[in-house]
């Protein structure tokens, strides 16, 4: 199994709509999990962590379930903006210094 | 903000060359981070340093070389290119927490 696994996508959804991403891992000692955001032909950026249950920002939310080992991005009312490439990272080995990503999942805001 | 620069955005080089691309970042981060970005596989880590002189190994070090002299530069060393080399080169840094700030990346071919 792969450290951490995603949905590649793509996901085209309408403006205005809401989206959800999951993303697996697969070491259970994991302690925090992030979300980075990836435009087109960028450097990826931090967008959230999470330490605990659960992380909230404006209109993103970001949900950890240690039982099932994933986490989950949300995104409600979706603008254009919002299109790229979205990448689950989680620190091997409870080590927050070096991370892995996720291959990323692709979203495209329609207009 | 943390500026990471990378010394080149893209590069074209032979087979066989060495190839050395520099990445320096400007707030004193003890971690450093060298990855490579292909379509479908996400970033995978090649080295990292967590201090002046000291390496460590990725998943991906087969190939490449690093060097860290002083606390702000890290590069990365390609001892004789070829062409399965051609990637996006993502350099990172942090402090002792987990959120990368990223240089906006070399793209390399090999030719």
């Known amino acids: 199994r792969k450290e951490v696994e995603q949905d590649p996508g793509p996901f085209n959804v309408p403006e205005g709509a809401t989206v959800a991403f999951n993303c697996t891992y697969s070491?259970?000692?994991?302690?925090?999990f992030f979300w980075y955001r990836q435009d087109c032909r960028k450097e990826p950026k931090l967008l959230m962590s999470?330490?605990?249950s659960g992380n909230e920002d404006g209109r993103f939310t970001a949900q950890l379930n240690r039982a099932s080992q994933y986490i989950s991005l949300l995104i409600r009312d979706s603008k254009l903006s919002d299109s790229a490439t979205y990448l689950c990272?989680?620190?091997?080995?409870?080590?927050?210094?070096?991370?892995?990503f996720g291959s990323g999942t692709q979203l495209t805001v329609l207009p | 903000d943390v500026k990471v620069t990378q010394s080149s955005r893209y590069l074209v080089k032979r087979t066989g060359e060495k190839v050395f691309l520099e990445c320096v970042q400007d707030?004193?981060?003890?971690?450093m981070f060298w990855y490579r970005q292909d379509p479908g596989l996400g970033l995978r880590l090649i080295y990292f340093?967590?201090?002046?002189?000291?390496?460590e190994k990725g998943d991906i070090p087969e190939g490449y070389s690093v060097s860290r002299e002083k606390k702000e530069r890290f590069s990365l060393i390609l001892e004789s290119a070829s062409t399965n080399q051609t990637s996006m080169y993502l350099c990172?840094?942090?402090?002792?927490?987990?959120?990368?700030?990223f240089g906006s990346g070399t793209r390399l071919t090999v030719v």
């Open positions: 990172a840094s942090s402090r002792d927490s987990p959120g990368y700030t």
């Open positions: 070491n259970s000692a994991s302690q925090s």
């Open positions: 999470v330490y605990s």
């Open positions: 990272v989680v620190p091997p080995s409870g080590s927050a210094r070096q991370l892995t």
């Open positions: 707030m004193d981060h003890e971690n």
């Open positions: 340093s967590y201090d002046v002189k000291m390496k």
